[in-house]
């Protein structure tokens, strides 16, 4: 959009042009900020919100000179304002004017006192000039008039931060969470007053609290039980390190499930669209499988596709978690563990509604069910030992991740998800079946559909396989625990 001129940008469009400058604006961008609003500046010569845009973004960039620049022709433009009063205080200020900055502040808290801007203008002036007590009194107009707008809240808590009263800063941002528990503000700055204030758990807890739920700062213990300073470094033994995996992985389920109108029935509705999806072009439109088709399909579609779910997720997952990694002393392997776990829960109603359906079928239960067990357990053991091992692999080769959806989809097709291995050549299916995803489907299917048992042998023989990987994995995390936060940032 760097080329357009007055013409490119009709005035029904300013709310889009607005956006498009602001956006730049937010993320930081201050170069390609300034490019977009000198563009908007020409386009819209004549409208408020373009002028005194630019005019905030010079001033976040220290720019005085063309701040001022255009804070002269705005002046002439459109005197009776309220930016006008504003932007003219933030400039004198910065120009050390300050009894016209004083004065202008005085003109907007007469002209205007029913706008927030005016209140949190006025007590940020004060702070500048070390007067807290004038400070306190503009804050709580705005508080009072704006309750329900957490900018003066959280210029609350500030004050008693920059006052150096710690113990009043973690007062006023307990109340803030309270008010605006999503805003990153009442944890990562909270944290920050507990450190100042020589309570490092606290500020621990604060960080964890914004990654992992409010709910871990309800589980806070008091400082003189014995038992404090040994749940502070939990993670360190199994026992802890289980409880955060687990803790993390179910607000993260809890979290996802609150942002979806159908909340867990989504864990069951997607399985089975995939289910219909490939019924129609198999089943139907290709007409392969036969009778007992859609039955076949799903004991190959589920296990599957909890092997993809499980692999996509955990790809990712140390780099994601880096912020987390580079704040809180957390063993990398806790990342592609929780995502692991995630997946693995979200297949236990799964699991379920599979195991009715393949009853109403006719395939009535039998002691041979039993067998699912270590055939579940087989499959869990591989998909840990798997997800690990790529999501160490990720951070170092970053261009694995764009290999996995690839990868996962060929695994589908050489995995029997569609087809029996009994249709391909018998010499081939030795082969075919050296594939573990492949040979476990065959058991499901033994189980569930031909009621006989699996080959225990074989599953045995993956055990071994699984279990040496995962010993391996866990000792190449214990490794390169100090090289992950070195290598995210890279």
Known sequence: ??????????????????????????????????TRWEVLLKAFPNHPPVLFGAIALYL??????????????????????QNILFHGAQIAQKLGDISRAEALLETARQNFPDKIETWLQSTNFA??????????????????????????????????????????????????????PERPAGYLLAAEAAEKAGDKKLARKLKLAREYGEDILAEAEPADDPS???????????????????????????SETQRNYLSYLWWIIEPLLHMVVYFLVFGFLLQRGGEGFITFLLTGLIPYMWFNKAMSSSNNSIIAGQGLMLQVAIPSIVFPLVTLLQATIKQIPVYAVLLGFVWLQGHVPNFHWWALVPIIAVQLLLTVTFGTLLAALVPFVRD????????????????GVFYSYESIPPAWQDVFLMNPLAFLLKCYREVLIDGVWPDFHMLGIWTIIASTGLVISMLAYKKLR???????LA
Not at 24 to 31: C, E, H, I, R
Not at 231 to 246: D, K, P, Q
Not at 404 to 412: A, E
Not at 482 to 488: E, H, L, N, T
């Open 1 to 34: 959009m760097n080329n357009y001129n007055s013409s490119s940008f009709p005035t029904s469009c300013l709310e889009e042009a607005l956006e498009w400058a602001r956006t730049a604006s937010q993320k930081g961008n201050l170069d390609k900020a300034v």
């Open 60 to 81: 976040q960039r220290d720019d005085i000179e063309n701040a001022n620049r255009l804070y002269q022709r705005a002046n002439e433009q459109f005197p009776d304002h």
């Open 127 to 180: 702070l500048t000039q070390n007067l807290y007590e004038q400070a306190e009194l503009y804050n709580q107009q705005a508080r009072s008039l704006f309750a329900d707008h957490p900018q003066p809240h959280k210029q609350y808590a500030e004050i008693a931060m920059q006052r150096s009263d710690w113990q009043t800063a973690l007062i006023r941002w307990e109340s803030f969470r309270k008010q605006f």
């Open 228 to 254: 404090f300073y040994k749940r502070r470094h939990r993670h360190a033994t199994f026992s802890g390190l289980t409880e955060l995996i687990w803790t993390k992985a179910v607000f993260n389920l809890r």
């Open 400 to 415: 694995v991740s764009y290999l996995v959806p690839t990868g996962l989809t060929f695994l589908m097709f050489l995995s």
């Open 482 to 488: 100090y090289v992950f936060p070195r290598v995210v």
